[in-house]
Structures are given as structure tokens and as C-alpha cells.
């Protein structure tokens, strides 16, 4: 089976600083890693996903994520973020013969100004 | 654009009053999802088409039933909501299975309060 935690279930940042929000992944197969944003009475929007290859990956935006498979882990960065960023963000996780999305229980992150 | 709309945005019903959300597609993909989603929780799966395949979630009640006409719509009913029925709808597409590598596209979802 697997799983997905995000550590924080809360981030607030000033605006322009940089913010990180971390995802751990439990999977016992190769797994496919996807970061959603929702911004208030909105969908779900892809920001990046991981499927192969090179362990960082850009998304939309201006965010990044690094896939790190010793530590299970595919933590959200960006290096100055706005009040627009201001959201709820989640990671998920999928593959191997789950093919459906396991999501973990979000991340809000609150840009202050 | 190609998308994915919900109709309607917002949804009022009674205790016990059927309803129906729509969702339709311009991606022309084969799978189509629907979830609900509470307050500050993640989207839970209720279930899937695979073109005209349906797949039920385990535990999703019986109360929940979904149509799917053709590749473009498809619809949530609810047969008998109760209070706690009320919560955010996502449609979400996906092209194909792939071993889950297919990422998701979501509608922006009905809101679904119960009277």
C-alpha cells in the first residue's frame, strides 16, 4: 500500500522569502510523484510531477521539487514566494498497480505581506 | 482550452432531495474520476470510469451512483443526500492508466450544501 505524509499542515511565510513544504512517501514499487495546488473554491491544479529521470524538476509558477529516493521524500521549494501563492497544496502519489492517486492531507501555505 | 467544467459551481438541495452534478470534457481522455472533498481534508476517490468501465471505491455508499453517456460527460447522483453529503465535488480526468504515470486534470468542482 501506499502513503504520502505532509509534515506541515500549516506554513506561514512573509512575502518574498523563500518556503519549502515537505512530503514523505511510503511505497514498496517504483512510484510517480505529483505536487497539486487549490487555490480557494478552485480544482486542483498540477504545479510538477516526477516520473523518471532527473531528480529535480521545475513546474509552474516558479516552484520546484527534488525527488530524493534514500529519504522517500519530494519536498515543494520555491526561493521567493507571493501573497498570490497563498494556497492549499498537496502531494500525491501513484504507480506500480496503483494507478490512482493517494493524496496526502495538504499544506497551507499563508504568504503574509 | 481544452478542460474539464462542472456545472453548477454551487449546488442547493434538501435533506433527501436527489441531485445530479455534471461534469464534461474537451481533453477526449478515456478516464474520468470523481471526488469529494471536505474541509480542509484531501480529495477522497468515490469512483472511476475507464471508457465505459465503472469502478466503484469500496467505501463508497450506495447512496453515490455515477452515469457516463459518452467520452465527454459525466454525471454524480446523489439519491438520497443527507447533511453529511455536503462537501466539494472534483471531476478530474486522466488520458489513460499507464501505471498511474497519467497525471490528473481537474474541474473546479461543485459546491454541494444540503438545507
Known amino acids: 500500500a501506499q502513503s504520502v505524509t505532509q509534515l506541515d499542515s500549516q506554513v506561514p511565510v512573509f512575502e518574498e522569502a523563500p518556503v519549502e513544504l515537505r512530503c514523505n512517501y511510503s511505497?514498496?514499487?517504483?512510484?510517480?510523484l505529483f505536487w497539486y495546488v487549490q487555490y480557494p473554491n478552485q480544482g486542483l491544479q498540477l504545479l510538477l510531477k516526477y516520473l523518471s529521470g532527473s531528480t529535480l524538476v521545475k513546474g509552474i509558477n516558479g516552484f520546484e521539487a527534488e525527488f530524493n529516493k534514500s529519504q522517500t521524500s519530494f519536498h515543494l521549494r520555491k526561493p521567493s514566494v507571493h501573497i498570490s501563492d497563498t494556497a492549499e497544496y498537496f502531494c500525491a502519489v501513484s504507480g506500480g498497480s496503483n494507478y490512482k492517486l493517494t493524496f496526502g492531507k495538504g499544506t497551507l501555505l499563508t504568504v503574509n505581506p | 482550452d481544452a478542460m474539464v467544467i462542472q456545472n453548477p459551481r454551487y449546488q442547493v438541495t434538501q435533506f433527501g432531495k436527489p441531485v445530479t452534478l455534471s461534469c464534461s470534457q474537451t481533453l477526449n481522455h478515456n478516464v474520468m474520476y470523481w471526488y469529494q472533498q471536505k474541509s480542509s481534508q484531501a480529495p477522497k476517490l468515490l469512483f472511476h470510469y475507464y471508457d465505459k468501465d465503472f469502478n466503484n471505491e469500496a467505501d463508497t455508499p450506495d447512496n453515490f451512483q455515477s452515469r457516463r453517456p459518452n467520452t465527454s460527460f459525466c454525471f454524480l447522483d446523489i439519491r438520497s443526500p443527507g447533511l453529511g453529503d455536503a462537501a466539494m465535488y472534483l471531476c478530474?480526468?486522466?488520458?489513460?492508466?499507464?501505471?498511474?504515470?497519467?497525471?490528473?486534470?481537474f474541474g473546479d468542482g461543485t459546491r454541494l450544501s444540503i438545507l
Open positions: 511505497s514498496s514499487v517504483s512510484v510517480y
Open positions: 478530474a480526468t486522466s488520458r489513460d492508466w499507464q501505471g498511474g504515470s497519467q497525471p490528473q486534470h
